[in-house]
């Protein structure tokens, strides 16, 4: 090589200033650096810089240290922008840091009330990996459209306004940017959202950190192919002792929760904060939450300790000073556990004195219990399985006014499809979740006969009759698809979606919804398989039946309470003089019972009490199409539009002009009361 050709630095094949080769153990100096680049261009400095930056080793950061540091909150998704702060949320600081890579634990859970910073938390964890340690990363949200709006609405801010994490995940818009909704590459690493029904998205990487969040809201199987969680730890199986698996939920109903379950697998961290009268250590529990009867604005938390009162301007001293303590033993030395309910909200978040009203605003409904339990306290919630005596739902039967009591506004109907006949009950509903049965109709023949399906089609044109005077056909039907299922698919194809609503019963309480979908699935008509055939439902049955056993056992006001004024509990189950004892037996034939498994985890499955329980099955169908058809979530105006159509007087003028009721007695079912002249007329919704 000649002189001309030559760098202006020394080589591998050059000689050092003292003399010896390059291939020894001597190594560049600045000096040697600098003065070469200064002989040879402008900028040396520029190059000096970023070497002696590539020398440096990194700084040995925790995830709440490099939060304090470069976590940037946006104005988009946070109700507190600016510079992240852990000292708001103390108690989230062992949380994140035993995410760091120098922490021993493996596989971390967090139990958590609703407004603690739990996401925030998790956020800066995905920020620490992109650019402290990187590495293959999957993030599972509930489903894939909820990992969509996250990465929209949480992951886009926290890159785009964290200069950290800016420069190392290219804009979504740049040419090979490596950077889709779904999808973050950054140096040495990859994000990877998905949703927990999406087996391929589970499946799809190797990652050494996984984030799993509000694991209480996954589906109990990906695709049919097994659970979520395992599928997405399964991921991290190569990296060994390397791996960080986070787990974090609000809880759900006891013996389901999974997140409960890792919690008690787990050493239970408790967050312990001292009495600011006698720095007595205790963790918060919300039976010491006291307040004046009536006036939860004197809400105020009683020590353990002292028994005195504690002011909630206490609190944030009381977060600073306070720590985490392990209240049990763990089988899994790297499983740890934590707990946090909304009593330790900061300051400015959630209140002691909301926490009381909220709780006041809950009782006499049970939903707003667990609701209020699940995200104010942190706690699983215990569902009441134990079915109603058949006897004491006989005594309490009454005899109609007519075939729809005054209070019914809509008819929808479950169809159980058996071997030789298709069961089908119907039930009218009313505000509250109030309920009738109007009708049981058992047709013969099973799924192989025409003549079955022929009159079940001649049903979806059957109506029936007020206690005004309207007359009210079926807003929907809803059709069990477990057995003969291309038979039902086939029929439900051939009526369209207005009016039928094939489903398809899950195991397990609600997640995220009692009912999804509709989905299209394939369907076989006259022998030809057509894709995307019908649109199928997807119902998580055990909460239909815990709700309706809960309704089952309201009781219904005496006459002396009726005299002034009270009337039937919202949800109150109506059932007719009719309704004979073999029914009601099969309405309560099923028992909310507790499994445990190997590992001494506990799940609850609803359990036969006996063969037959088709009163039971239609009643969860007929209640899933009341959900269809929007009942859980009308507003005034569409209650009154449905009180309006049915004939049903909200105003003592309008009383002269109302239609005049029936005069004969009920005697059988009705037929053909389009003879009478009454006009048929449901909402444009149910049509």
């Known amino acids: 090589m000649s002189e001309s050709n030559s760098p202006p630095w020394p080589t591998s094949r050059s000689r050092l200033n003292d003399g010896s080769d390059e291939g020894s153990d001597h190594s560049l100096n600045d000096g040697d650096l600098s003065a070469g680049l200064d002989l040879a261009f402008d900028g040396a400095e520029d190059i000096l810089r970023v070497w002696r930056n590539g020398m440096r080793p990194d700084p040995d950061l925790t995830v709440s240290e490099w939060a304090d540091a470069h976590r940037k909150l946006s104005s988009r998704a946070s109700a507190e922008p600016g510079q992240y702060r852990t000292a708001r949320t103390p108690y989230l600081r062992a949380i994140m840091d035993a995410l760091s890579p120098n922490h021993p634990a493996q596989r971390i859970s967090f139990m958590k009330a609703a407004q603690v910073g739990a996401t925030e938390a998790g956020n800066n964890w995905i920020g620490f990996v992109i650019h402290h340690a990187p590495g293959p990363m999957l993030a599972v949200l509930p489903t894939v459209e909820m990992a969509k709006r996250t990465s929209r609405g949480r992951i886009d801010p926290l890159i785009e306004d964290s200069p950290a994490l800016k420069e190392r995940v290219q804009p979504a818009r740049s040419r090979d940017a490596g950077n889709s909704m779904l999808s973050k590459e950054f140096p040495g690493g990859i994000l990877v959202l998905t949703g927990a029904n999406s087996a391929t998205g589970l499946r799809s990487m190797p990652a050494r950190y996984v984030f799993l969040d509000e694991v209480d809201a996954y589906p109990a199987s990906a695709d049919e192919e097994g659970d979520p969680v395992s599928l997405a730890e399964a991921r991290t199986t190569t990296f060994a002792h390397r791996r960080k698996v986070f787990m974090v939920s609000t809880p759900t109903i006891r013996g389901l929760s999974r ?35 009536g006036q939860p604005e004197t809400a105020a938390y009683t020590c353990e300790g002292c028994e005195k009162p504690i002011a909630e301007h206490h609190k944030t001293q009381m977060l600073e000073r306070g720590e985490w303590r392990a209240t049990a033993l763990s089988d899994n030395p790297h499983a740890i556990g934590f707990h946090l309910s909304a009593l330790y909200s900061p300051i400015g978040w959630k209140s002691w004195e909301q926490i009381a009203r909220d709780w006041l605003a809950a009782q006499g409904s049970d939903e ?9 306290l942190g706690e699983t919630w215990v569902e009441s399985g134990e079915a109603p005596e058949w006897q004491r739902l006989a005594d309490q039967r009454i005899t109609f006014p007519a075939q729809i009591p005054a209070g019914g506004l809509f008819l929808t109907a479950g169809a159980d499809v058996q071997k030789d006949r298709i069961e089908v009950d119907v039930w009218a509903w009313g505000r509250g979740l109030q309920s009738w049965l109007v009708d049981h109709i058992v047709i013969p023949g099973g799924p192989d006969d025409p003549a079955c399906w022929d009159k079940l089609t001649a049903l979806l044109g059957q109506t029936w009759v007020h206690e005004h005077g309207a007359v009210m056909p079926l807003a929907k039907l809803a059709i069990d698809t477990g057995y003969e299922t291309a038979a039902v698919y086939g029929w439900a194809r051939k009526q369209g979606i207005a009016q039928v609503a094939p489903v398809k019963g899950l195991e397990g309480f609600n997640r995220a919804t009692p009912v999804s979908g509709p989905t299209f699935v394939d369907a076989t008509v006259n022998g030809h398989k057509l894709k995307r055939g019908a649109r199928l439902w997807t119902v998580a049955t055990a909460t239909f039946k815990a709700e309706t056993y809960r309704y089952l056992r309201l ?10 004024g009270i009337t039937d509990p919202a949800g109150m189950i109506h059932l007719p003089d009719w309704a004979d004892s073999e029914w009601l037996k099969q309405l309560v034939g099923e028992q909310l019972v507790t499994i445990r498994n190997k590992r001494g985890f506990a ?6 009490l006996r063969e037959r329980n088709e009163a039971l099955d239609t009643r969860v169908y007929a209640r899933a199409a009341a959900w269809i058809l929007g009942a859980d979530r009308f507003d005034e105006r569409m209650w009154r539009q449905l009180e309006k159509q049915a004939g049903v007087e909200t105003k003592i003028s309008d009383q002269t002009d109302a239609p005049e009721k029936p ?25």
Request: hydrophobic share 30%.
């Open 555 to 564: 009781e219904r006001p005496s006459d002396e309470d009726r005299a002034l």
């Open 603 to 608: 799940r609850q499955e609803w359990q036969k």
């Open 368 to 376: 707003m219990l667990r609701a209020a339990r699940n995200t104010l």
């Open 663 to 687: 005069t004969e007695p009920r005697a059988g079912r009705v037929a053909t009361p389009r003879r009478r002249g009454w006009k048929i007329s449901t909402p444009k919704y149910m049509e």
């Open 259 to 293: 997140i409960e379950r890792e919690f008690e697998a787990s050493d239970q961290r408790r967050y312990f904060v001292p009495c600011p009268h006698c720095d007595h250590m205790q963790w918060l529990q919300f039976e010491r939450l006291r307040w004046e009867k």
